[in-house]
């Protein structure tokens, strides 16, 4: 995985493309396929319980991320359906910056589950060499936050 | 109205528990936990990659620690271990319980990242708790 700091990058360049006014909803959606699968990291500072916690890897798939999305979205008292965009919004970006990176084998996002099991990556950079997606995206966020300023400044409503 | 949102609500409520039990027994059968350690017959041939943490060298190669495991890696080429970071292996299981290394990536500094992460997290909590206030209906706008 890229960095979270590149997902929630990508996840703010979305946000002022769109003029979304619920930012955090897509953030959630960014982070969203990371937080179970990534649960397991906890062991490195104490002892998890027995269980078996690869099937919290199913969470870092489209599919069932979307139902996911389906089933938390009335949590928040906003336009349902504008919930699931906007969390679904980000989690496309995620699991699009997930398939951008390298590895040896088959790993990589199963973009197509339950269709196919197959796993997509384009194998562009290692995941520690995810300051490649980093950088150009905090250049896209700060020239669009740029051209939106002027656009306001000449265009004043 | 509501009998049927609720209706279409346990709907995928059972799809999501569907696919749940379909993943784990077809991710069971390609990402079977392995314990080459203990069982290295079973494993003659198999090729894949892991990551795991520098756990010294021998001459000819260098040990990875995977799965509270200790796993002999040989690879012929100059091998130095990597900076704050983890190492990912491509190799191939050989029945006398190592690894014959195909491909190696040392991750620097990775834990760099999980700092930067942990931030990055923070910032989305924070965020988020600026935009939507808890109740016990759940959240709403702040």
């Known amino acids: ?157 | 109205m509501r009998k049927l949102t609720l209706f279409g609500y346990l709907l995928v409520l059972v799809l999501l528990i569907i696919t749940l039990f379909h993943f784990s027994s077809v991710y069971a059968g390609n990402e079977d936990k392995f314990d080459m350690i203990s069982n290295p017959e079973k494993y003659p041939g198999v090729t894949k990659q892991f990551m795991g943490d520098y756990g010294g060298s021998f001459n000819g190669g260098f040990y990875l620690a995977y799965n509270e495991q200790i796993i002999p890696i040989h690879y012929s080429e100059e091998y130095s271990p990597p900076h704050f970071g983890n190492i990912l292996v491509y190799g191939t299981f050989n029945k006398e319980g190592y690894v014959e290394a195909i491909g190696i990536h040392n991750y620097d500094y990775n834990y760099v990242i999980y700092f930067i992460s942990l931030i990055a997290f923070f910032f989305g909590v924070w965020l988020f708790f600026k935009e939507w206030k808890i109740t016990y209906r759940g959240f709403k706008s702040a």
């Open chain 1, 1 to 157: 995985m890229p960095d979270w700091l590149t997902h929630i990058v990508i996840g703010l360049i979305l946000i002022e493309a769109f003029n979304v006014r619920k930012k955090s909803l897509v953030l959630i959606g960014t982070l969203l396929p990371d937080i179970l699968p990534k649960i397991v990291l906890l062991g490195l500072f104490f002892a998890l319980p027995n269980f078996n916690y690869e099937i919290f890897n199913a969470f870092h798939i489209p599919f069932v991320l979307f139902l996911v999305t389906l089933l938390i979205a009335p949590l928040f008292r906003y336009d349902y359906w504008k919930v699931v965009l906007l969390m679904n919004m980000g989690a496309i970006s995620h699991f699009l910056a997930d398939a951008s990176l390298r590895h040896f084998s088959t790993a990589g996002v199963r973009l197509l589950y339950p269709l196919k099991f197959q796993a997509y990556s384009a194998n562009l950079v290692w995941p520690d060499q995810s300051y490649f997606i980093l950088i150009p995206a905090i250049i896209v966020y700060i020239a669009i936050i740029l051209v939106k300023n002027i656009a306001k400044k000449s265009y004043p409503q």
